[in-house]
Nanobody, 121 residues
């Protein structure tokens, strides 16, 4: 199971760090991803991190502003969001998959419940 937390209201230009806690003893076997879904829009991939944490990747709209990290000893993955913009407003989800490759919603097997991030102008 995954549980995301850390969302809230922040002004444009501000920062937030989202956390995702995973249960189970095989956390390090999962590739972790962050997705977001804005009102009226489809859920989109934001970024991901490899099993070991040695590789991260992001969509162009957040690259340079968002950073994903993980702590396998604590079964945690994080999304540090800096220089937030109103268009970053969305419900953010963490997700897990076992196979590398495409980062589409159906590729991920396990999902957290989501945490709302609201960025005011």
């Amino acid at each position: 199971q995954l549980q995301a937390s850390g969302g809230g209201l922040v002004q444009a230009g501000g920062s937030l760090r989202l956390s995702c806690a995973a249960s189970g003893r095989t956390f390090s076997s999962y590739i972790m991803g962050w997705f977001r879904q804005a009102p009226g829009k489809e859920r989109e991939f934001v970024g991901g991190i490899s099993w070991s944490g040695g590789s991260t990747y992001y969509v162009a709209s957040v690259k340079g502003r968002f950073t994903i990290s993980r702590d396998n000893a604590k079964n945690m993955v994080y999304l540090q969001m800096n220089s937030l913009k109103p268009e970053d407003t969305a419900v953010y989800y963490c997700a897990a998959k076992t196979k590398p490759g495409v980062n589409l919603v159906p590729s991920y097997d396990n999902w957290g419940q989501g945490t709302l991030v609201t960025v005011s102008a």
